[in-house]
């Protein structure tokens, strides 16, 4: 999992998910990505068990599969802000 987060695309799709569901079209403008780079992340996230999806008509929606991951996102991107910006972590 943690190889899988590694990769910063796929952590900013994640921390877009932790907010709320979205479709791939969303994704991509949010993040700067193309469609096609997109799906092959979500499509990655989504075989290891990260992300779930939910078909309302034509569209598929993503979403982070629990809260867990949540927190763990969340979390590590705080660490890493705080790393950068040279401030102690908060425990």
């Known amino acids: 999992?943690?190889?899988l987060l590694s990769d910063a695309t796929r952590l900013h799709l994640l921390w877009l998910l932790a907010q709320a569901e979205s479709?791939?079209?969303?994704l991509a403008e949010?993040?700067?990505?193309?469609?096609t780079?997109?799906?092959?992340?979500?499509?990655?996230l989504r075989l290891a068990g990260?992300?779930?999806t939910?078909?309302?008509?034509?569209h598929v929606y993503y979403s982070l599969r629990d809260g867990h991951l949540r927190r763990l996102v969340m979390e590590a991107?705080?660490?890493a802000d705080h790393r950068v910006s040279g401030q102690a972590p908060h425990d």
């Open 1 to 3: 999992m943690f190889a």
């Open 23 to 26: 479709d791939v079209g969303s």
């Open 30 to 35: 949010r993040c700067g990505a193309s469609r």
């Open 37 to 44: 780079a997109v799906s092959q992340h979500l499509a990655k």
């Open 50 to 52: 990260l992300v779930e």
């Open 54 to 58: 939910r078909r309302a008509g034509r």
């Open 77 to 79: 991107l705080s660490h």
